[in-house]
Structures are given as C-alpha cells and as structure tokens.
T-cell receptor, first 110, second 115 residues
Framework: LAKTTQPISMDSYEGQEVNITCSHN???????ITWYQQFPSQGPRFIIQGYKTKVTNEVASLFIPADRKSSTLSLPRVSLSDTAVYYC???????????FGTGTKLQVIP | DAGVTQSPTHLIKTRGQQVTLRCSPKSGHDTVSWYQQALGQGPQFIFQYYEEEERQRGNFPDRFSGHQFPNYSSELNVNALLLGDSALYLC??????????????FGPGTRLTVT
C-alpha cells in the first residue's frame, strides 16, 4: 500500500489559492489518488479523485505529474469555511486496506 | 437520498463492557467499511464488509467484529472495552460495480467514550 506524505499544517489568507502537495513515491500502476476534507467531529468528505494529468470539479483541481509520484490539490479562493484537515489517499478501497495519514490541517485566516 | 447514517451519535461505556454500533449505507451501495479515528489522528481502517462477509481487515484485535445484513447495513461490535477504544467510529459505504476507482461516502460517526 502506497504511503503518503503531506505537510502537517498550512495557513492561508481568505481569497487566496491554496495548493497542498502529497508525495506518494511507491504508487502502483492501478492506484488512484483521492482527496478528502474533514471538519472536526464529522466524517471525511470526498473532494476529488484522479489517475493522471489534471482533474477539475466545482470545488477543486487535482494536478498529477506524469510520474504520478506526487499530486497537488488546488483550492481556488479559499474562505474561512475551508478550514479543515485534508487527506490524500492512494489506492483503491475496493481491493486494498485504505490508510489515512495524518493529513494537512489548513487554517484560513481572515 | 439519505447518505450514510450511523447510530448512536454518542455513547459512553465502562471499561470491560461491550458495544454495538450501527451503520446504514448510502442507497445503491453494497460495501461498508469501518474506521476508528482517535483524537488528532487520521482514520484507521478496521474492516470492510461485502456480500455479508468480511473481505478485508486492518490491524485490529479480535475484540473488534462486525456483521453485514442482507439489506447492506452493518454493525460493529467491540468486546471487553479498553480506555484506548475511545474514539470516533466512522462508517463508509461505496459501490462495487463500475470500472476504475470510486469514492467512499462517510457517515457522521459515533463518538465512543470509555470510562
């Protein structure tokens, strides 16, 4: 199972774009990259998932370089409500034990 | 469409007791996974149920057991509770069909406190 490494914490001002990078050097060929957001005392919420290149949805973009050994979650113009912990996961929960790391605690400052 | 629901919301038990937590998956989902999340930590995988059988298991002792019913709902049972079992217990459901990876939908969790 691919291990992931993320920054423990990040601070950003409201309205700025935030990029959170995750390293996953031993990602397997069939692994997908998934990002979740979690608020205190709530279950994680799916943000975005990708396999390669760039994926964009209504809340975020996910950039994956050709070697897939890292990925970057991009949150455009963050607001105070984006203050949360963000987890990067690598694998496929259907066939592997999915392990969450410690995540990145994002603090958005007014 | 109700998402993943869990009950109870909060629970207080005494060391040595047994507890049962319940989960109803999102409509159309047939796979249920359970996670334990200690304060300040990421969720840790306990086990996954599919077709009423345990398909995968994390590094948790046999005190942790589960069950999946024909309607895909699931229970997590923990015997001989320890103080260290105090945590937020999360249930996640997902569909098995389809190609490629997919997203898990998490419930709000059950906060278990062992005293």
């Amino acid at each position: 199972l691919a291990k992931t490494t993320q920054p423990i914490s990040m601070d950003s001002y409201e309205g700025q774009e935030v990029n959170i990078t995750c390293s996953h050097n031993n990602i397997a060929t069939n692994d997908y990259i998934t990002w979740y957001q979690q608020f205190p005392s709530q279950g994680p919420r799916f943000i975005i998932q990708g396999y390669k290149t760039k994926v964009t949805n209504e809340v975020a973009s996910l950039f994956i370089p050709a070697d897939r050994k890292s990925s970057t979650l991009s949150l455009p113009r963050v607001s105070l409500s984006d203050t949360a912990v963000y987890y990067c996961l690598v694998g496929d929960p259907r066939y592997q034990k999915v392990t969450f790391g410690t995540g990145t605690k994002l603090q958005v400052i007014p | 469409d109700a998402g993943v629901t869990q009950s109870p919301t909060h629970l207080i038990k005494t060391r040595g007791q047994q507890v049962t937590l319940r989960c109803s998956p999102k409509s159309g989902h047939d796979t249920v996974s359970w996670y334990q999340q200690a304060l300040g930590q990421g969720p840790q995988f306990i086990f996954q149920y599919y077709e009423e059988e345990e398909r995968q298991r994390g590094n948790f002792p046999d005190r942790f057991s589960g069950h999946q019913f024909p309607n895909y709902s699931s229970e997590l049972n923990v015997n001989a509770l320890l103080l260290g079992d105090s945590a937020l217990y999360l249930c996640a459901s997902s569909p098995v069909t389809g190609t490629g990876a997919y997203e898990q939908y998490f419930g709000p969790g059950t906060r278990l406190t062992v005293t």
